[in-house]
């Protein structure tokens, strides 16, 4: 049977019925023509492509030109998974109206179905009323939030004392209240997840917060070991892909330098 396209309504659903979600990220239109033959549910245009594809040292210096360029590239590989854009920093806690134009990027200019964004914070959660308000769909972001890692203390695990678990627990209640279609929870303890899980009627994603999560979300390059540099604890490689391209490379470099490529069979003769 022909898979249909990914919506809104159809996550809520499997939600209910208890079917996990995937999601998984893409920067280029390569990968999704990948991601969306393996039926992947969602694909995140994450700002993890300052990492992972730009080079940079975090997810603060990524643009929103960057993030519609890339959005753009994955669109044009995708069919039926739903697509998300992940909203860079500054790019939305500033204003709502400033917020309301960036995200009416990512869906008129980009393509995407829906934008994400980090934080509960009163503003932030306010801005989010704003965003829903205006007919954009919006994903939510809680536990670690790497675009204000700083303020957490850095990279570290989020909500494991009482205290700060009661936070996120009331702050994923205020994301769905705001109207939120789903929440990413990055980095919190299992039993935390899974009992905000319970608690919420929208479905949550998980990346390193335990399997209790209605879907699970890892970005692309890690899983594959295509990015060699630091490799979370909560990525699990399917592949290490770095070392089959290094051996393939150097194999070439070889052969160019033997002589050995190009082989008559790779060349063009005259009639």
Known sequence: MERKKVTIPDLLRMKQESKKITMLTAYDFPMSVVLEKAGIDIILVGDSLGNVVLGYDSTVPV?????????????????????????????????ARKTIINAGRFIKEAGADAVKLE??????????????????????????????????????????EPEAADSIMRQ???????????????????????????????????????????????VTHDMLG????????????????????????????????AGKFPAPEHCFKTK
Do not use: W
């Open 226 to 257: 295509l990015y060699v540099g630091f490799t979370p604890k909560f990525v699990k490689k399917y592949a290490d892909l770095s070392k089959q391209i290094d051996s393939a490379i150097e194999n070439f470099r070889k052969e160019v330098l």
């Open 172 to 218: 994923a209640i205020a994301l769905e209240k705001a109207g939120c279609f789903s929440i990413v929870f990055e980095c919190i303890p299992e039993t935390l997840a899974e009992a905000i899980t319970k608690r919420l009627k929208i479905p949550t994603i998980g990346i390193g917060a335990g399997k209790g999560c209605d879907g699970q979300v890892l």
């Open 119 to 160: 934080g509960a914070n009163p503003d932030i959660v306010s801005i989010i009323k704003s965003v829903v308000r205006a007919g954009i769909p919006v994903m939510g972001h809680l536990g670690l939030t790497p675009q204000t890692a700083t303020m957490l203390g850095g990279y570290k695990v989020q909500g494991r």
């Open 63 to 95: 643009t929103m030109d960057e993030m519609i360029h890339h959005t753009k590239a994955v669109n044009r590989g995708r069919k039926k998974s739903l697509l998300v854009g992940d909203m860079p920093f500054m790019s939305f806690n500033v204003t």
